[in-house]
Nanobody
């Protein structure tokens, strides 16, 4: 069993930065890939970024490449999502997920989810 808790969301202006954190508990969290997804009202949950359990490999959705960076600190059981140059279209609830089976890019592949944190970008 893995429990995930997101934090760091908020309301900022376009061009600002935010750093989200995903704190994990459970014996497999530090050995699991972790991903971030986001969901805007009326849309599907979409892939944002993922990292392997070592953090040595990272993956990004096309819309966030070059602006967002995923990283992890396994000594703190925490995965971060640094979001720079935020745009109004980044507004969504952001979720972290763990323990995937299958493609990182598919939300259905992930077994565990946090409750989400709201990110709102004003223009």
């Amino acid at each position: 069993q893995v429990r995930l808790v997101e934090s760091g969301g908020g309301l900022v202006q376009a061009g600002d930065s935010l750093r989200l954190a995903c704190a994990g508990s459970g014996r497999t969290f530090s050995e699991s890939p972790v991903g971030w997804f986001r969901q805007a009202p009326g849309t599907e949950r979409r892939f944002v970024a993922a990292t392997t359990w070592t953090g040595s490999s990272t993956f990004y959705g096309d819309s966030v490449k070059g602006r967002f960076t995923i990283s992890r600190d396994n000594t703190k059981n925490t995965v971060y999502l640094q979001m720079n140059n935020l745009k109004p279209e980044d507004t969504a609830v952001y979720y972290c997920a763990a323990d995937p089976e299958g493609s990182f890019y598919e939300s259905g592949a992930w077994a565990y989810w946090g409750q989400g944190t709201q990110v709102t970008i004003s223009s």
